[in-house]
């Protein structure tokens, strides 16, 4: 495996059918992936919810497609989600060689990344470890550090629990998640439930789950996310946030815009307010609400990604 900023040489061959696409790695593991938006558009990575994988954005853009003009958005499934192969003992280093692999892979020299909820720690992984092939990051609603005992203070009690038990007792966390969200997806196959709420472990807004349309959709993303690989993923993902990161937030250099509800609880608003402050490069947006709320946000959100590819493309004419 290559070490964070390091190029991969000889990309291997992209397996690609109707669900989506594979990618091959050196260590024998496989990466799941999809795109979306424009082919021919700025190159953007999305990190996904947990639970979450490659078919996120499949909900997240279906009422705003528009989100999307003059941008090809590369989903990619972390470890132990939807198509990707569990990597025991991960960290974001990992994830960050995985990102680069993929980026040769398809030809892309640099790119933007977008991390949602608990996909925004690998979008600022991104930012620190491989900054020179990033030109801006964007988190939404993320996930942040809950490796002290004091920022875990800030989360919910259940959330509180599972992070504590996700490193001594992954099995049983494990057991948790996988009655739970089994059962989620039993009740929104129920004709006319009404909206969920957003506290119920999933991380869409309440009118998206009550949407007969988008429910499909939801079931589809959770089955690949929890259902067909199991729960061992998600439980490294809570493990991991509860440990040290391994890399520093004040020595980030590229240039980040964090969105975030001013009611999140899912995600502390607290903590994220206090990594936007040592984060250098940083431009930070509160929204009213909770942990959807930014989700009505998309265009807006996807902005400096435009700009990004706009002012690469200046230089690139100009030389």
């Known amino acids: 495996m290559a070490h964070p900023g390091e190029r991969v040489a000889d990309p291997v061959l992209i397996v690609r059918d109707g669900a989506g696409a594979e990618v091959p790695l050196r260590d024998g593991r496989r990466l799941g992936l999809a ?7 700025v190159p953007c990575f999305y990190f996904h919810f947990a639970p979450g994988s490659r078919l996120d954005p499949a909900v997240l853009f279906a009422r705003c497609p528009a989100a999307l003009a003059g941008i090809r958005l590369i989903a990619v499934d972390r470890p132990g989600f939807g ?19 993929v980026a040769d892979c398809l030809g892309l ?15 600022l992984a991104c930012a ?8 801006v990051a964007v988190v939404v609603s993320g996930m942040p550090s809950v490796s002290r005992p004091q920022e875990r203070r800030a989360l919910a009690m259940g959330s509180r629990v599972l992070y504590r038990l996700a490193g001594p007792v992954p099995w049983l966390v494990q057991l948790v998640m996988a009655l739970l969200f089994r059962l989620t997806i039993r009740l929104l196959r129920r004709p006319g439930r009404p909206a969920m709420r957003e506290d119920m472990g999933l991380p869409f807004p309440p009118d998206v789950l009550a949407d007969p349309q988008l429910r499909p959709l939801v079931i589809a993303d959770l089955t690949e996310a929890v259902i067909r690989p199991g729960t061992r993923g998600l439980v490294d993902e809570l493990a991991l946030y509860a440990r040290p990161w391994g890399f520093r937030l004040d020595q980030i250099t590229v240039p980040v815009h964090l969105w975030h509800g001013d009611s999140d609880v899912s995600a502390p608003t607290a903590l994220a307010r206090a990594a936007a402050a040592v984060i250098p490069a940083c431009q930070a947006v509160l929204v009213p609400g909770g942990h959807t709320a930014p989700f009505g946000h998309l265009e807006e959100i996807l902005r400096p990604v435009r700009e990004a590819g706009e002012r690469a493309h200046r230089r690139e004419a100009s030389q």
Do not use: C, K, N, T
Request: hydrophobic residues 35%; glycine residues 16%.
């Open 35 to 41: 795109e979306y938006g424009d082919p021919d558009g």
């Open 83 to 101: 198509r990707s192969d569990r990597q025991p003992g991960r960290g974001f280093a990992d994830f960050s060689s995985d990102v680069l692999a």
């Open 128 to 135: 620190s470890l491989i900054a020179e092939r990033v030109s």
């Open 109 to 123: 020299d640099r790119f933007a990344v977008l991390g949602l909820s608990a996909g925004g720690g690998y979008a």
